[in-house]
């Protein structure tokens, strides 16, 4: 258990707590506790899945108003996307059972009603989602180029690159 009146008493009322997901999920009863005004999650694709510790943990902080941060918002299927916007903005996407019925085979009209959910404001709400691309965010960053290169190798290692590449996929 950690020292709730502690950590408020030294910042007045008004803590800062940075933490992990995983310390998040072993302290989730006493950080379930904290009144927090804002809650970031930052790479929140790491609590995409429901049902584990992590992610019932972020969704028992009792903050007022939340964020969440991600390059990668669908890495498997598009039951990943409504999990982190279930955890933003609970029920906002309708239940999981209903969202895979619509959305679990993506197609490009589904995906289009999808997309004008999380992108465009609807009655007195504003969007969901905001996109930022890494050219608008950095212009002045240079482009990454990849390069092939053909080279000849010896044939055992070119067979054991080959079967660690079959591996990786």
């Given at each position: 258990?950690?020292?709730?009146?502690?950590?408020?008493?030294?910042?007045?009322?008004?803590?800062?707590?940075?933490?992990?997901?995983?310390?998040?999920?072993?302290?989730?009863?006493?950080?379930?506790?904290?009144?927090?005004?804002?809650?970031?999650?930052?790479?929140?694709?790491?609590?995409?899945?429901?049902?584990?510790?992590?992610?019932?943990?972020?969704?028992?902080?009792?903050?007022?108003?939340?964020?969440?941060?991600?390059?990668?918002?669908?890495?498997?299927?598009?039951?990943?996307?409504?999990?982190?916007?279930?955890?933003?903005?609970?029920?906002?996407?309708?239940?999981l059972a209903q969202f895979k019925r619509v959305f679990g085979l993506p197609t490009e009209e589904n995906m289009s009603v999808l997309h004008h959910a999380l992108f465009s404001g609807q009655r007195e709400r504003p969007p969901l989602a905001l996109r930022r691309l890494k050219t608008d965010a950095a212009p002045g960053c240079l482009r990454r180029y990849g390069y092939c290169i053909h080279a000849k190798c010896p044939s055992l290692r070119c067979c054991a690159m080959m079967k660690l590449a079959a591996k990786v996929g």
């Open positions: 258990m950690l020292d709730l009146d502690k950590i408020t008493s030294r910042e007045k009322g008004a803590p800062v707590v940075i933490t992990t997901y995983q310390t998040l999920a072993n302290f989730a009863i006493s950080l379930m506790d904290l009144q927090c005004a804002v809650a970031i999650f930052d790479e929140i694709q790491f609590v995409k899945n429901p049902v584990t510790m992590r992610a019932k943990a972020a969704k028992s902080l009792n903050a007022d108003f939340r964020i969440g941060l991600t390059g990668t918002p669908i890495e498997n299927a598009t039951k990943d996307l409504w999990a982190l916007m279930d955890q933003l903005f609970p029920g906002a996407l309708g239940a």
